[in-house]
């Protein structure tokens, strides 16, 4: 494959993209002598505009999307989502409304925003929801601030919260900015909580649980009423980390497990495309014990119309700018009533059924460390392909060769060399024997001719890098004997 070359070695001293007319008014160059300009950039390329058209086009068909192909992150949900969402987002009256309108002039998003809260509400089985925080791990910080408030206004802020092994990686970080200390709960044989060392780990000061379900292997909490009983029993209070949310609706209700408190991924589970960088939106439900700490605003009708509340004294404030990630939230609502009920709950038995096609096609060829029924996603490891010298990094860089998107690495830590597979439920069946076939193709190479995948990718615009050492000494500039880049 030919390198695509930079932007400064296609330029020519004196090329320009574009030419002005002469200026018919006087020159006064002393107008901008108090701004803060750039004089001038050194080094900076000089193109013609076709160059600079061809360059970024060539660019953009060098990038892998969900458009082109399959993305079997784990536990990230990079699903393709309809068009005719972001069509909704981009309407004027949504996209074009400035945040500090008044209500009467806004009551169309408003609308949107209670509508999407009582939709949420009904999926979740929870008694109020925010729509607030702005991504996944921002909605377990406010759901961590809401139990905080209440155990406080209780008296007893306690210092505790309890973290399954199996959970996300954000939730210890989310805990601790609460002031909380982090204890680990160890997962039994199958995956799932070690229900007797949790009640172990159950003491006086313990403030909640943070519970993944399904967590990180994909595999169902099946005794979670029991857990749930556990953590009330002891005054402590059953937080979900509902990013997996794809694998249960319309299937079962958080809220019907007596969970407390549950955030969700609406750029996950419903129509925001995951990734890239943003924006993303996790909203937190709540049963009402904990409803009157919820951020403020809340959207409320009254007398016909809909208001935002200000005045919630037990309210914990503002935990983002105005209503949160608005036009996500917007994609979120056009996305659910397209699918209705019916098509929420078909979407998570296809998401299920996808995962686990493709763990019954891969199983034995690839180490599956807890061969307990999954949900959403399937967690295999390197642990056959070692002996022959080959690692999940091996592994993944080679699929690039395949034209396909490798899947989360090393993640759960308690696979070691894991690689975690989500299919997601927009996956056609000729795209999943595409992956299966590959990694099938990869474990014989790796019997064969393990330095076929050690020196992986072969056909990448961009060969196999030092990773370790791009991390630790990233380039930020480029010079001018930087004509040919490393090819580590």
């Not at 996944?136 to 210092?159: F, N, Q, S, Y």
């Not at 924006?279 to 049963?287: L, M, S, Y």
């Not at 975690?420 to 992956?435: G, K, N, S």
């Not at 076929?452 to 615009?461: C, G, N, T």
Request: glycine residues 8%.
């Amino acid at each position: 494959m030919n390198r695509e070359p930079l932007i400064f070695e296609v330029s020519d001293k004196g090329k320009r993209a574009f030419r002005l007319p002469k200026l018919d008014v006087p020159f006064r160059k002393d107008l901008l002598e108090n701004c803060p300009l750039r004089r001038e950039v050194e080094g900076f390329p000089q193109v013609s505009e076709v160059e600079i058209v061809r360059h970024f086009t060539r660019l953009s068909q060098l990038n892998y999307a969900v458009d082109i192909g399959f993305y079997p992150l784990g536990s990230c949900t990079m699903k393709y989502n309809p068009k005719v969402n972001e069509r909704a987002a981009a309407l004027p009256g949504f996209a074009g409304v400035h945040p500090l309108a008044p209500a009467e002039y806004a009551q169309g998003c408003l609308e949107v925003i209670k509508r999407t809260e009582e939709l949420l509400c009904e999926i979740a089985g929870m008694d109020a929801f925010t729509l607030q925080p702005a991504a996944g791990a921002h909605g377990e910080l406010v759901g961590m601030m809401l139990i905080r408030a209440r155990l406080t206004d209780r008296g007893d802020p306690r210092k505790v919260v309890l973290i399954p092994d199996s959970a996300h990686g954000t939730n210890p970080s989310s805990a601790h900015l609460c002031g909380y200390q982090v204890r680990e709960i160890k997962s039994d044989g199958r995956g799932r909580v070690d229900v007797a060392g949790l009640e172990r780990a159950l003491t006086p000061d313990v403030a909640a649980l943070m519970l993944t379900n399904p967590n990180t292997l994909g595999v169902f909490e099946t005794e979670i009423k029991k857990i749930a009983a556990l953590v009330h029993d002891r005054g402590a209070f059953l937080y979900m980390d509902g990013a997996n949310m794809n694998a249960l609706c319309g299937i079962c209700r958080p809220g019907d497990m007596d969970v407390d408190v549950i955030h969700l991924n609406l750029h996950k589970t419903f129509s925001t495309p995951h990734g890239g960088g943003g924006p993303g939106a996790g909203p937190v439900g709540v049963k009402k014990e904990l409803a009157p700490y919820l951020p403020v605003p809340v959207v409320v009708r009254k007398e016909g119309r809909l208001v935002a509340e200000e005045d919630r004294p037990e309210s914990i404030g503002r935990v983002r700018t105005f209503n949160g990630n608005f036009l996500v939230v917007v994609k979120a609502l056009a996305y659910i009533l397209s699918l209705g009920a019916e098509g929420l709950r078909e979407m998570s038995e296809v998401a299920v059924l996808n995962a686990n096609y493709i763990r019954k096609s891969l199983e034995g060829i690839y180490h599956l460390q807890y061969p307990a029924p999954t949900l959403h996603e399937c967690v295999f490891s390197d642990k056959l392909q070692k002996p022959h010298g080959v690692s999940n990094l091996d592994i993944a860089k080679r699929l690039i060769d395949y034209g396909v998107h490798p899947p989360t690495m090393s993640f759960p830590l308690i696979v070691p060399g894991a690689l975690m597979i989500e299919p997601t439920e927009t996956e056609p069946r000729r795209e999943l024997d595409v992956f299966i076939e590959a990694m099938k193709a990869i474990a014989r190479e790796a019997k064969e001719s393990p330095e076929l995948l050690k020196s992986a990718p072969h056909a990448a615009p961009v060969r196999r890098l030092n990773e370790t050492a791009a991390a630790r000494n990233p380039v930020l500039r480029w010079t001018e004997d930087m004509k040919e880049p490393s090819r580590t």
